[in-house]
T-cell receptor, first 111, second 115 residues
C-alpha cells in the first residue's frame, strides 16, 4: 500500500489558517486521498477526501498537486476545537475500504 | 442524527479472561470496521464486514474473532486476554462498501484494560 508522510506537529494561532502538508510520492492512479482527524479521547472523524481536483467542504479544503504526489489540507480559520491529530490516508478505489493510519500531524491551536 | 454505538464504553478484565465488545452501526450502514488503538499509538485496522460476511482482515490476533449479525451489529470476541490487549477499540460503519470515497463514521470506542 502507498505510504504517506506528514510532519509530526504544527502550531497555529486561533482564527488563522492552517496548512497541513502530506507527501505521497508512491500514490497510484486508483488511490483516493482521505483526511481524518482525531480529537482527544474521541474516535477518528472524517474531514475531506479527493482524487485529482481540489475539494472544499464546510470543514476544510483539500489542495492536490497536479502530479498527485502531495496534497495540503487547509483549515481556513483554526479554532481551539480544531486541535487534534490529522491523518492523511490513501484508499484504493478497488479496495475494501479499510483505513490505514500512519503517523499523523498533531495540530496545536493557541488562543 | 444517529451515531455508531459501542458497548461497553469501559471494560476491565484479568489476564487470560475473555471479553466481548459490541458495535451498533448507523441505521442502513451495511459495513462495519474494527480498529485497535494502543496507548500513544495510531489506530490499526483489525477486521471488517460487509453484509454479514468478512470483507477484509488486518493484524488481528488469532485469539480474536468477530462477526456481523443479521441486524448488522457486530461483536468482537477476545479470548486469552494479554496485557498488550489493553487499548481503545473503535468500531466504524459506512454505506455502501463500494467506492473508496465513502466516509467511515466512528463510534466513541471501548477502552479495554487488562490487569
Amino acid at each position: 500500500d502507498a505510504k504517506t508522510t506528514q510532519p509530526n506537529s504544527m502550531e497555529s494561532n486561533e482564527e488563522e489558517p492552517v496548512h497541513l502538508p502530506c507527501n505521497h510520492s508512491t500514490i497510484s492512479g486508483t488511490d483516493y486521498i482521505h483526511w481524518y482527524r482525531q480529537l482527544p479521547s474521541q474516535g477518528p472523524e472524517y474531514v475531506i477526501h479527493g482524487l485529482t481536483s481540489n475539494v472544499n467542504n464546510r470543514m476544510a479544503s483539500l489542495a492536490i498537486a497536479e502530479d498527485r504526489k502531495s496534497s495540503t489540507l487547509i483549515l481556513h480559520r483554526a479554532t481551539l476545537r480544531d486541535a487534534a491529530v490529522y491523518y492523511c490516508i490513501l484508499r484504493d478505489v478497488g479496495g475494501w475500504g479499510k483505513l490505514q493510519f500512519g503517523a499523523g500531524t498533531q495540530v496545536v491551536v493557541t488562543p | 442524527a444517529a451515531g455508531v454505538i459501542q458497548s461497553p464504553r469501559h471494560l476491565i478484565k484479568e489476564k487470560r479472561e475473555t471479553a466481548t465488545l459490541k458495535c451498533y452501526p448507523i441505521p442502513r450502514h451495511d459495513t462495519v470496521y474494527w480498529y485497535q488503538q494502543g496507548p500513544g499509538q495510531d489506530p490499526q485496522f483489525l477486521i471488517s464486514f460487509y453484509e454479514k460476511m468478512q470483507s477484509d482482515k488486518g493484524s488481528i490476533p488469532d485469539r480474536f474473532s468477530a462477526q456481523q449479525f443479521s441486524d448488522y451489529h457486530s461483536e468482537l470476541n477476545m479470548s486469552s486476554l494479554e496485557l498488550g490487549d489493553s487499548a481503545l477499540y473503535f468500531c466504524a460503519s459506512s454505506f455502501p462498501l463500494a467506492g473508496s470515497g465513502n466516509e467511515q463514521f466512528f463510534g466513541p470506542g471501548t477502552r479495554l484494560t487488562v490487569l
